[in-house]
């Protein structure tokens, strides 16, 4: 069996891969009154989605949208105090505390955060008093109900789900 290689220089440090200077659609901004929720059910340090939905949410924020975002499911291991050896270290690099220091970084961007009681109860053994500072405990059936607050509002949302 004969193997076609790709031929070409291998790329060196610092040089791009593709073209980053092209954007396509204007870079919009929100409007007077604007919101987004970002509905976060994904199981925590299980792929980049949870991560990357957290990054977009503060991306939202800073082009001028209410923004916040609702950890509920597995999610709800999310926003808590966590380390080991104790609570803030981070024995292997940066890899305990990246969802940790997401979400601090959300609210002190003045995004609002919230998670559902229940899942974290139920599925995580998580108690609200193990939410990260600032984070507000919400009643599952308030789930749906933020749903039809931020749709009657108008509002961007983002539901992702992995499982």
């Given at each position: 069996?004969t193997?076609n290689?790709v031929k070409g220089?291998?790329?060196?440090?610092?040089e791009?891969l593709?073209?980053?200077?092209?954007?396509?659609?204007?870079?919009?901004?929100?409007?007077e009154?604007?919101?987004a929720?970002?509905?976060?059910?994904?199981v925590?340090?299980?792929?980049s989605?949870?991560?990357?939905?957290?990054?977009?949410?503060?991306?939202?924020?800073?082009?001028?949208y209410d923004?916040?975002?609702l950890?509920?499911?597995?999610a709800?291991?999310?926003?808590v105090?966590?380390?080991?050896?104790n609570?803030g270290?981070?024995?292997?690099g940066?890899g305990?505390?990246?969802?940790?220091?997401?979400v601090?970084k959300l609210?002190?961007?003045?995004?609002t955060?919230?998670?559902?009681r229940?899942?974290?109860?139920?599925?995580?053994?998580?108690?609200?008093t193990?939410?990260l500072?600032?984070v507000?405990?919400?009643?599952?059936?308030?789930?749906?109900?933020?749903?039809?607050?931020?749709?009657?509002?108008?509002?961007?949302l983002?539901s992702?789900w992995?499982?």
């Amino acid at each position: 069996m004969t193997v076609n290689m790709v031929k070409g220089e291998r790329p060196q440090v610092g040089e791009a891969l593709v073209n980053h200077e092209e954007k396509l659609f204007p870079d919009h901004k929100a409007k007077e009154g604007e919101k987004a929720l970002f509905l976060i059910h994904s199981v925590p340090y299980e792929g980049s989605v949870a991560g990357i939905n957290m990054l977009t949410a503060i991306r939202c924020q800073r082009k001028g949208y209410d923004v916040s975002v609702l950890f509920y499911g597995p999610a709800s291991g999310i926003p808590v105090y966590r380390g080991f050896p104790n609570v803030g270290d981070d024995v292997y690099g940066a890899g305990i505390q990246l969802y940790p220091n997401l979400v601090s970084k959300l609210m002190s961007e003045g995004i609002t955060v919230y998670c559902c009681r229940f899942s974290a109860a139920s599925l995580c053994g998580v108690r609200e008093t193990d939410f990260l500072e600032g984070v507000k405990g919400i009643h599952p059936t308030d789930i749906l109900d933020i749903v039809i607050e931020h749709h009657r509002a108008g509002a961007m949302l983002f539901s992702t789900w992995t499982v």
